[in-house]
C-alpha cells in the first residue's frame, strides 16, 4: 500500500472516530424545570348494614323458613354509606350475582338504589352522591314453571351481594 492510501485511510478512520462518539460534536441544548404542582387521587367506599329479605307480598321473611313457590319474588334490601371522591367520579352499584343454584328458574334482578326519602336514585352515582341509600334486588320464581320443576330444591342465596364500581370517565 502507499503512502497516499494509508494517508486517506488514517484520515477516513479518524473522520469514523469523531462522528461515532470516539470525539465530540458540539450541539446546543437547554432545558428548564415546569412548575407543574401536585396531584392527589380521589377514592371510592362504599359500606353495608344487615340486610333484609321480604316476600312478594312485603312480608319480612327468614331464608331458613321460608319456601319459594312459582310465581313468588324475594327482595334483598340493604343499607349502603357511598363516598366518592374526585372530580370526574363516576361509579355504578351493581348485584353481584353469585347465585349458587343448579336451577335455571331463578332470575336474578338488577340492582335499585333509594334515597332515605324512598325515592329511586339514579345509577350511576357521581362525585355528590355521597350519602345513605338502600340497595335492593330481587330473585323471581317465574310463574311459567313447568310440571314439578324446582320442588324441593335448595338454592343459595346468601351469595348475593352489591357492588361499587368506577366508571372511567370518557374523552
Do not use: C, H
Amino acid at each position: 500500500m502507499n503512502k497516499m492510501t494509508k494517508g486517506a485511510l488514517a484520515t477516513g478512520v479518524g473522520v469514523a472516530l469523531l462522528l461515532g462518539g470516539g470525539g465530540t460534536l458540539a450541539v446546543w441544548n437547554t432545558s428548564a424545570e415546569a412548575a407543574a404542582g401536585t396531584i392527589a387521587s380521589g377514592d371510592l367506599s362504599m359500606q353495608a348494614g344487615a340486610g333484609t329479605w321480604t316476600n312478594a307480598a312485603g312480608t319480612k321473611v327468614k331464608l331458613a323458613d321460608y319456601r319459594i313457590v312459582p310465581g313468588d319474588a324475594l327482595t334483598f334490601s340493604q343499607p349502603v354509606t357511598v363516598a366518592l371522591d374526585g372530580d370526574l367520579m363516576r361509579a355504578s352499584l351493581s348485584v353481584t350475582d353469585k347465585l349458587t343454584s343448579s336451577a335455571a328458574y331463578l332470575s336474578v334482578g338488577q340492582t335499585t338504589l333509594t334515597n332515605a326519602a324512598g325515592t329511586v336514585v339514579a345509577n350511576p352515582l357521581n362525585k355528590d352522591s355521597d350519602g345513605i341509600y338502600t340497595a335492593s334486588v330481587t330473585v323471581t320464581f317465574p310463574e311459567s314453571t313447568t310440571g314439578t320443576v324446582g320442588t324441593k330444591a335448595t338454592n343459595d342465596l346468601g351469595k348475593i351481594g352489591f357492588k361499587l364500581e368506577q366508571i372511567a370517565p370518557s374523552k
